[in-house]
């Protein structure tokens, strides 16, 4: 029985996100817009105005059709647009030979249109990145236009590059060794040659001309004044000659990018300059300068290194190209990518690797230009999503801000016959029609051909498939993004990587502060295991950031990991974060304190060792109760008085039975049940490692070591206890007795049942611990639970578990098998410490049920809606609705059972009269009174609450049942975490009453409909806490409130009707319409017990009862 | 012969008479004695036990196993009880030879002054069997651990003969405290240590011969 205590008015026991780690998450929350260092935790997306979307159906992208796509590159998660240019030119080189640098090509569109698409990225948070060519213009351009025609020598043509020979800088390498044989061109009108480190017809401009600089900068301030954000410098280490040199990375150039930064910072603090310097990361350290060249430049080596380690199966290129790569100035920033508009460049791969990489990705020849590979990602990784997932994955934690090339969120393929690097840039594939869904013109007129092989082509690979299947490349894009979008650390943190023996494995921290996240990544295509050094995070609960698991700490202990063909994790190393339910500590913490015994039990005990030993024994005793006692129990859930300091916890009464010593110490005021075992290293090895999560000191007799734990985790103990209460023992105790009591339940077990038990399962709730004793032949049988809390008094649930399992034979509660009580001295009740009941298969309980059910449905409403399917009404939750409808028959049972009479007083129903009625209203706006003041001592006036008088009119405006009423026993703490669901049915356990109040308080007859206000409630805190997941996982979501709403009032709906015709007949109520009154007082008193427990115990939960109690006083308004 | 009469018959009386008139007030002093000893033993009875159990003799006792062999006796007390009981009649038999004095019952005092110093003596028995065979206790556990440890088969019963030997001393010695036996025990546990010690000798001897032949070999290796 996977039981939940009765900790919290609504399932707190199983509640979802720890509070804290929400909190810690919303603190690394992205930078604001108007941040500065925006760069540095962006995510861009690259994207060609003319591949885009084609809006006046000319068979070319324009900049009206990309705006309108906005939204879906908003959507993507991403927080930069990257154009490609889109100025004036001949397109011989795809516009990277512009002919007028302060238009936009006509066939994009104008000016106009591009601010509009300005002013609409801006209102979507997306910043804008343009193209700065400056190194070359076109040909065509007036600038070069005039430059040929003005004689040599005169102003205007110093304005490029000239030469009479060709002799002229001959260390220069040639870059597009395909279709350039020199970096010379004859120029028959200027009769000289020009200087072109690219195609011939891109002439260099001169840069030691400084009105060539001028004019660049009227450029940049040109277009910095329209809105855009940043700026790429196209061949940035080409700017400037010296003969001598191979005219890359001159001190000359530098110095001209420092001018060209220092004028666009006096006037725009927040932009940003992007070098594109495809060089060795040494060579591309300078243009950051002291943070006064430019804020990014490109990664080109880490590009190529992450296909080859996948290649290779074998970390080493990764991690070679990160350690070669210098620290950059804190202001600036890497860029990374996998696939751009050009070719994958191989030149920053050494010979060896470059035939290496081609053998892998390029076998046919075909797909080779100038020294790279013209393919995209999805090709170059042969399709395999585990293998692209993995790519991307690595992209967006390595250091730097990643660049996604448009199409490769969805696997665009190429078409790698079109020429030159065409064959990337193809139209986007928005829908399987005509065209891609990318322009309605005639096939024939589009700039480029879509791609239409079977594989990638545009039925196969589009954004409409994409967006409905909630698998696809599209949506697990956006679901990465929104997971990188929670740390900063991603962006910003330090590297730092781990050497797991298996080379297999890439492994790296990424660290922020006190954040840290790990990434591990298998780059191989089996399974892989992997043993991780992480002792520097000892304590630290690894989180998933994907699914939001926690996983077992981190310990002393290489961690173990096993990785599938391709997969990757990344964790966040949580410090505020729970380690998983199941998960027990089997190593022991260095620091656990050292006992030295002499005599077992009796070492703690002065009157009971020889007389030497008896200042031994009184020391022994004081640590226990001074340093082990309170150092223990301080940290239990099930410590009533959390957060206090513990100095001292007195043995009040004890005693040592069989082995093990039943220790009550007096904490704070109040008595605790701590049963102790001593396990010995030497002899019983395997119950000391059970013992370790749950042990309070390492203990030594002699040559013996050991430890002293909570006995409850200890199998001998839980048998010795089950056979005890079996065999009705009785043991005396220094002040009192312990009684074992067992039930007819009882005889179903045979000693040699006993003897074959296990301890399977651990639960520490906030009351009670429990522990299930299974059986090897026959499964789960006993489930023990211990009050932790020695509470004197009739303990109603071994009442009422005896009243329905003997005398009313209610079969849908789990039957009492036995109890241990504790009669102390001087006081009349006993107490009930331990509780033995018959083990009830289930899967669980309600709460978990529907918050998994509520992510479930969330989750599959969120991947319908982003494809703008209508969600069939009706039937939605039909099964969830079913199940509630028999959750109501089942509570209608129950109240028919105790409504029954039996003859025995404590449970016989008695009348409900006007005067209970009003005592009880009396009750609950005592209730009011108190919960306000406590509300008010507590400072809690950032939340919305009703006043407090119309709070008391609402409790007075109940009206009383005019039929006759029955006053009966019942749950009293009522909620889904309250009801196990097995084979579609119910079992309902906990009759505790509400864990805050007193024992007697549980044992009131009141109206039955108590308990059905409690389960409307409950419904209610699993609506709010669905949500809380589900903005976790995606924060951009706002019409899931909407969904939810509907879901609960179903809920409720369905649940009280099934509840009405359960109950009817019963003679609690005439009929349900007249008991509504009742219900609402119930409601209303459950709701302000809600607001007391959430203040005192989980203050960041109070806006869940808050809001109830708003929802419930203006319901009852209407 | 009225004289005669006269000391003839009433000078006994009359000495007779002194004599009782002397004797009373000492015979009434002697009952008070005993009356102020008895509930003066009680005192001290309950005082000593109390002291006992306060710096837990009764714990050692139980430990060394004299409780429950005197529990097998029959006896319901235990040793602390024991002990209290012995002072109890030490200070009744104090009384009584102060009181047996003061009726100058000399004979009397001197016997029961011989009891008197023999119960110190068993008092010390006591204590030397209380200690000396927790201490016999503490002995096998560590000769056994000691033996075990360094992977000795019979541990066990090595520690048990470790401590029948201590055992054994130690109510040798308590015998010789209170002088019971005396010469014939003493000779007697020499007669039987001999036999043991010649027992063992026979043993090693025979059943070593061998290897003591070879460790002799190595030593003085025989010249060929």
């Not at chain 1, 279709?179 to 000289?192: F, G, I, L, Q, R």
């Not at chain 1, 409504?899 to 009625?917: I, N, Q």
Request: aromatic share 10%; hydrophobic share 45%; charged share 25%.
């Amino acid at each position: 029985m996977s039981s939940v205590s009765t900790a919290a008015p609504t399932p707190a026991s199983t509640a979802s996100p720890d509070p804290g780690e929400r909190a810690a998450t919303a603190g690394a929350a992205p930078a604001p817009a108007d941040d500065a260092l925006w760069y540095k935790d962006a995510v861009i997306y690259q994207v060609h105005v003319k591949a885009f979307f084609d809006s006046n159906n000319d068979g070319i992208g324009d900049f009206r059709g990309l705006t309108s796509k906005l939204d879906y590159i908003a959507d993507l998660g991403v927080s930069a647009v990257w154009l490609l240019p889109f100025y004036p030119s001949p397109l011989k080189d795809d516009g990277y030979d512009v002919s007028d640098y302060r238009g936009v090509h006509p066939q994009y569109g104008t000016v106009g249109d591009f601010k509009q698409f300005v002013r609409e990225a801006r209102k979507r948070g997306l910043r804008v990145i343009t193209e700065l060519v400056v190194n070359h213009t076109s040909d065509q351009h007036p600038w070069f236009q005039a430059a040929r025609r003005a004689p040599p020598g005169s102003k205007k043509r110093n304005w490029y590059v000239w030469s009479d020979t060709v002799q002229k800088y001959q260390g220069t390498r040639i870059i597009f060794t395909d279709t350039e044989t020199s970096n010379w061109t004859w120029d028959p009108v200027a009769k000289a040659y020009y200087w072109h480190r690219f195609f011939s017809h891109q002439p260099d401009l001169n840069f030691d001309n400084p009105n060539v600089l001028k004019a660049v900068l009227r450029i940049l301030r040109y277009w910095a004044d329209m809105g855009v954000d940043g700026f790429r410098l196209d061949a940035i280490p080409y700017l400037c000659e010296r003969e001598g040199t191979n005219n890359e990375n001159l001190p000359e150039t530098h110095a001209i990018l420092k001018q060209i930064r220092a004028a666009m910072d006096a006037h725009y603090p927040d932009r940003m300059l992007l070098a594109e310097a495809n060089q060795w990361p040494e060579d591309v350290r300078p243009y950051f300068g002291d943070g006064d060249e430019c804020h990014m430049a490109f990664h080109f080596p880490l590009m190529p290194r992450m296909y080859m380690a996948i290649a290779q199966e074998d970390r080493h290129p990764v991690v070679e190209i990160m350690y070669q790569t210098p620290d950059i100035p804190e202001t600036c920033q890497w860029a990374i990518f996998l696939r751009n508009h050009d070719e994958l460049t191989l030149e920053m791969v050494t010979s060896r690797e470059r035939d290496y990489m081609y053998r892998m990705y390029a076998a046919d020849m075909q797909a080779r230009i100038n020294l790279g590979i013209r393919r995209r990602l999805a090709p170059l990784m042969e399709n395999d999503p585990q293998r692209i997932r993995l790519m991307n994955s690595l992209l967006l934690s390595m250091p730097g801000s990643p660049i996604l090339y448009y199409g490769d969120e969805i696997g665009m393929g190429d078409n790698i016959y079109l020429g030159d690097r065409n064959g990337v840039r193809t139209p986007m594939q928005w829908t399987p029609d005509r065209n891609a869904g990318f322009s309605r013109a005639d096939p024939q007129r589009l700039y480029l051909p879509p791609v239409m092989d079977p594989v990638y082509g545009y039925e196969a690979v589009n954004v409409e498939a994409q967006a409905r299947d909630p698998s696809s490349q599209l949506n697990w894009m956006k679901h990465m993004l929104a997971v990188r979008r929670q740390s900063r650390a991603f962006g910003r943190g330090k590297l730092t990587f781990l050497r797991p023996g298996n080379r297999k494995i890439l492994a790296y921290i990424r660290e922020l502060g006190d954040e840290a996240i790990l990434c591990v990544a298998n780059l191989s295509r089996s399974a892989q295991p992997v043993e991780l050094d992480l002792k520097r995070f000892k304590g630290r609960v690894p989180v998933e950031m994907l699914g939001r698991t926690a996983f077992p700490p981190l310990g002393e202990l290489p961690y173990m990991l096993t990785l599938p063909a391709h997969g990757f994790y990344w964790f966040r190393l949580a410090t505020n974060a729970q380690p998983p339910e199941w998960h027990l500590e089997l190593l022991l913490s260095e620091e656990t304190p050292v006992l030295v015994l002499f005599d077992l039990w009796n070492s703690f005990f002065r009157d009971r060792v020889v007389p030497w030993r008896i200042g031994m024994a009184e020391k022994l005793r004081a640590r226990l109760e001074t340093e082990l006692l309170p150092g223990y129990i301080g940290e239990q859930r099930w410590f009533s008085r959390k957060g206090e300091p513990v100095a001292a916890a007195p043995l009040e009464d004890w005693v040592v039975w069989e082995r093990w010593l039943f220790a009550l110490p007096r904490v704070n005021g109040e008595q605790y049940l701590v049963p102790l075992a001593l396990a010995w290293e030497e002899t019983e090895d395997e119950r000391v490692k059970r013992l370790t999560a749950l042990t309070l000191a390492r203990v030594r007799q002699q040559a013996n070591v050991g430890v002293l734990a909570d006995a409850i985790g200890d199998e001998t103990f839980c048998r010795a206890l089950v056979r005890a209460i079996c065999g009705r023992a009785e043991a005396a105790t220094a002040h009192g007795r312990l009684r074992f009591v067992p039930t007819d339940y009882c005889a179903h077990f045979a000693q040699e049942d006993v003897e074959a038990l296990e301890v399977s399962r651990l639960h520490m709730h906030s009351s009670n611990t429990s522990v299930n004793l299974t059986s090897a032949t026959q499964g789960d049988r006993l489930f023990l639970k211990f009050y932790r809390r020695v509470r004197h008094g009739i303990n109603p649930e071994s009442e009422v578990g005896r009243f329905l399992t003997e005398v009313a034979k209610f079969p849908h509660c789990v039957p009492l098998a036995g109890c241990i009580e504790y009669v102390k001295e001087g006081e009349e009740h006993p107490a009930t410490l331990v509780l033995m009941q018959a083990y009830v298969p289930n899967q669980g309980d309600g709460w978990n049920y529907t918050l998994n059910y509520l992510d479930r449905f969330l989750e599959d409403h969120r991947s319908a809606s982003i494809a703008n399917l209508e969600v069939p009404g009706e039937d939605v939750h039909g099964g969830f609705l079913t199940l509630m409808t028999t959750l109501a028959t089942r509570t209608g049972q129950l109240h028919q059972a105790f409504a029954r009479p039996t003859g025995d007083p404590a449970f016989d129903p008695e009348p409900l009269t006007e005067a209970d009625v009003r005592a009880w209203k009396a009750r609950v706006k005592a209730e009011a009174e108190e919960t306000y003041a406590l509300l008010a001592s507590r400072n809690f006036s950032h939340i919305r609450l009703p006043a407090k008088a119309t709070v008391l009119a609402a409790i007075d405006a109940c009206p009383a049942p005019r039929g006759p009423a029955l006053r009966t026993r019942h749950h009293g703490d009522y909620h889904l975490g309250q009801v196990l669901i097995a084979n579609n049915d119910f079992v309902i356990i906990d009759f505790e009453g509400e864990p805050s109040r007193p024992l007697e308080d549980s044992r009131r007859k009141l109206s039955p409909l108590r308990d059905v206000a409690g389960m409307l409630r409950s419904f209610n805190y699993a609506k709010w806490s669905a949500l809380v997941r589900a903005r976790e996982a995606d924060p951009q979501q706002e019409k899931l409130l909407a969904e939810l709403d509907a879901w609960e009032s179903r809920t409720r709906e369905t649940f009280l009707s099934a509840y009405a015709a359960a109950a009817e007949g019963s003679g609690i109520f005439q009929d349900f319409d007249d008991a509504r009154g009742l219900l609402a007082l119930a409601e209303l008193e459950k709701v302000l017990y809600e607001l007391r427990y959430e203040a005192n115990n989980r203050p960041d939960w109070i806006h869940i009862p808050s809001g109830g109690l708003a929802g419930l006083v203006a319901g009852q308004g209407r | 012969m009225p004289m005669d009469f006269d000391t003839v018959l009433l000078e006994p009386l009359r000495v007779f008479l002194r004599q009782v008139g002397d004797l009373l007030p000492r015979l009434v002093l002697a009952v008070v004695v005993l009356i102020v000893g008895w509930i003066v033993a009680k005192v001290v009875r309950f005082a000593i036990e109390r002291g006992l159990r306060a710096v837990n003799f009764n714990v050692l006792t139980e430990r060394a196993g004299m409780d429950g062999f005197l529990r097998n006796g029959g006896i319901e007390s235990d040793t602390t009880g024991l002990v209290a009981l012995v002072f109890y009649w030490l200070v009744i038999l104090a009384a009584l030879v102060i009181g047996f004095n003061s009726l100058g019952l000399t004979y009397i005092t001197d016997v029961l002054r011989s009891v008197i110093l023999f119960l110190p003596r068993v008092l010390v028995a006591i204590v030397i069997l209380a200690v000396g065979s927790y201490f016999a206790r503490f002995i096998d556990g560590a000769v056994a651990a000691y033996f075990r440890n360094a992977q000795v088969q019979d541990a066990d019963l090595l520690g048990r003969i470790a401590r029948t030997a201590v055992l054994a001393f130690v109510i040798l010695i308590a015998l010789d405290q209170v002088q019971v036996g005396g010469d014939l025990i003493r000779q007697t546990f020499l007669i039987v240590l001999a036999g043991v010690v010649f027992a063992l000798a026979l043993a090693f001897g025979i059943g070593g011969r061998d290897w003591a032949a070879e460790l002799l070999e190595r030593w003085w290796p025989r010249k060929r």
